[in-house]
């Protein structure tokens, strides 16, 4: 869900929109706090706050917290560059990233593989970062959560796939071991963006 009259006057920015994905318990939150904690003080590097109809009392990442009926209403007046619904929540990356991408810098924004195409026909510079893990890391920490059983979580596992779907320029992360392995990795899609994004 996006604006046709923005996607049409923003697909050529020079910066790059990196969108973070991964199932549940990958580890996406922590592994955008730490790139962020890296790039601290780099110009060139945006991390966007996503708006979401959650509390912000809910826990996990760090977010803009709207009712439904203002969610529905800043959808309606554009001021989203993509939005999405999952799991009973609406989820939305503010407008406001085109000016940073207008400059020329690399966007970070935590996403779902579900909204891909949204963010496909949103950028024209669009990469992908895939972040999993094992599914007995993924079944411990989701267990750690205690919102499911251990039963249930593992039935949920091997229903699931870990990959991305459709034609997208994807680095998958494995961040099964520790954060500095897979916060590697992700330092190096971001730097490399950094300067694919000043042709």
């Known amino acids: 869900m996006t604006t046709d009259g923005e996607d049409s ?5 020079p ?10 318990g990958a580890g ?6 730490y790139a962020a904690a890296q790039l601290s003080g780099r110009p060139g590097f945006h991390f966007t706050r996503r708006v979401i109809t959650r509390s912000c009392d809910a826990g996990g ?7 439904l009926h203002e969610f529905n209403q800043l959808e309606d007046a554009g001021a ?3 939005s999405w619904q999952a799991h ?8 406001a990233v085109y000016s940073h991408l207008e400059a020329g810098d690399v966007v970070i924004a935590n996403g779902s593989r579900s909204a891909l195409p949204h963010f496909g026909t949103a950028f024209s510079r669009l ?4 972040i999993v893990a094992r599914p007995d890391v993924l079944a411990r920490r989701l267990e750690q959560r205690g919102r499911e059983s251990q039963d249930d979580i593992l039935r949920r596992l091997e229903r699931s796939s870990l990959a991305v779907a459709g034609d997208f320029d994807v680095t998958t992360v494995d961040n099964s071991g520790a954060i500095e392995d897979a ?6 899609v971001l730097q490399q963006s950094a300067g694919s994004s000043h042709p």
């Open 15 to 24: 910066g790059t929109m990196i969108v973070i994905v991964g199932p549940s």
């Open 9 to 13: 006057r923003r697909t050529l920015s």
């Open 183 to 188: 916060g590697k990795t992700i330092m190096q």
């Open 80 to 82: 989203f560059a993509v």
């Open 88 to 95: 009973g929540l609406k989820y939305g990356i503010p407008a």
């Open 127 to 130: 990469k992908v970062v895939n």
């Open 61 to 67: 990442e760090n977010h803009d917290a709207v009712s």
């Open 28 to 33: 996406k939150d922590t592994l955008m706090d």
